[in-house]
């Protein structure tokens, strides 16, 4: 029978293996799910993994998902090396959104936006991320608060503000009573960087993120301090390394991306404020976050491996008439996965009687 041994030190190779061996694991068990609901396994992981990238659209539509996942796991990945654990992303996301969009609306009324009033929705919906963030931080650092289960009942709050504006002060006059802000002018929304697609600017400010976030982690004094503030609290509070600016800086930073993330999305492929902004991407990225071993760079490939899920998610549903739910199964087939995999880290696997 099988056996766990604990290994003498963390295996380094099994860290940066265990991500690869839970996507095989996530395609094997999706394998067995499509076996299950009598669906032949070859084709419909070919549909899920194979037919989204088949032409240049397809590969595109993979890069709309990349850009909110990937920005939002690059903040996540900076607050879980710091050991805070934000995981209401998704409500900063949808802030941002909100910040974003009613900016536009203010000012789109006369003007016809431009680089400069664009650049100003982006921070507009970074400052909206950074608030919704730092109302968990000051719970945390004036009242102990913890700090996952504050920035998740947050994700519920920010949903009801959306639906709240988007029914009453945000909604179109002229939408015919549906819940949904006027359309951007095309002023505000961001450019396109494949010409006949829609992947958008989002992309590239994604992966400014990812290469800003391994820059700072591993070339920054301030990066250095927030790890070691991460991993060996007390040893960072001899040095005199603030865990309070921390707790700040990390989530300061996590939120401010959400909202980037957010306000990417209303500028880019939804181009208007809706009572739903994001299919979960905030959750999502939690996940994207782990599977990249918390590592700025490492989350590219992972969000990649999220972004494909969600793009075969949606084909299945058109082609091999499975429910919406399949995207959400194989994301937590992936979790499970990685956990699972994980142990492996720290414990070898035999074969045999102790």
């Known amino acids: 029978m099988f056996r766990l041994e604990p290994r003498a030190e963390a295996s380094v190779f099994m860290a940066w293996f265990s991500p690869l061996l839970a996507v095989l694991l996530t395609v094997v068990c ?3 799910l499509f076996v299950a609901v009598d669906k032949d396994p070859l084709t419909s992981l070919a549909v899920f993994f194979v037919e989204p990238l088949k032409d240049l659209n397809g590969w595109a539509e993979v890069g709309v998902k990349v850009a909110p996942l990937l920005t ?47 650049t100003a929705a ?48 945000l909604r179109d006059p002229d939408g015919f009573g549906f819940p949904q802000s006027r359309l951007f002018s095309d002023g505000f929304l961001l450019p396109s960087v494949l010409q006949g697609t829609r992947l958008h600017l989002g992309i590239v400010l994604a992966c400014l993120a990812a290469v800003l976030g391994w820059l700072y982690l591993s070339r920054s004094f301030s990066g250095f301090k927030l790890q070691v503030g991460g991993m060996a609290p007390l040893a960072a509070r001899y040095a005199g390394f603030s865990s309070r600016r921390a707790l700040w800086a990390s989530l300061l930073v996590s939120g401010g991306l959400a909202g980037i993330a957010g306000a990417a999305e209303i500028m880019g ?49 058109s082609r091999l008439g499975m429910p919406s739910a399949i995207t959400g199964i194989f994301q937590g087939i992936l979790l499970f996965s990685l956990l699972a995999c994980d142990v492996l880290i720290h414990n070898k696997l035999r074969w045999g009687k102790k």
Request: negative net charge; glycine residues 12%; proline residues 3%.
């Open 30 to 32: 999706g394998a067995l």
């Open 72 to 118: 939002i796991a690059v903040g996540l990945a900076l607050c879980f090396r710091a050991k805070v654990f934000n995981i209401g992303a998704e409500g900063q996301l949808i802030v941002g959104a909100i910040a974003a969009g009613a900016f536009i609306l203010a000012v789109d009324t006369d003007t016809h936006g431009g680089p400069l009033l664009i």
């Open 122 to 169: 982006i921070m507009a919906g970074a400052l909206g991320g950074m608030l919704w963030a730092a109302l968990v931080a000051w719970l945390r650092d004036q009242f102990n608060a913890n700090e996952i289960l504050v920035s998740l009942m947050l994700v519920y709050v920010a949903e009801l503000l959306l639906s709240y504006l988007v029914h009453g002060a």
């Open 269 to 317: 492929p939804i181009g208007q404020l809706t009572p739903s902004v994001s299919p979960g991407y905030g959750f999502a990225a939690i996940i994207v976050a782990f599977v990249g071993r918390l590592h700025p760079i490492g989350v590219i490939f992972s969000s990649f491996i999220m972004a494909l899920l969600y793009i075969g998610g949606e084909l299945s549903q």
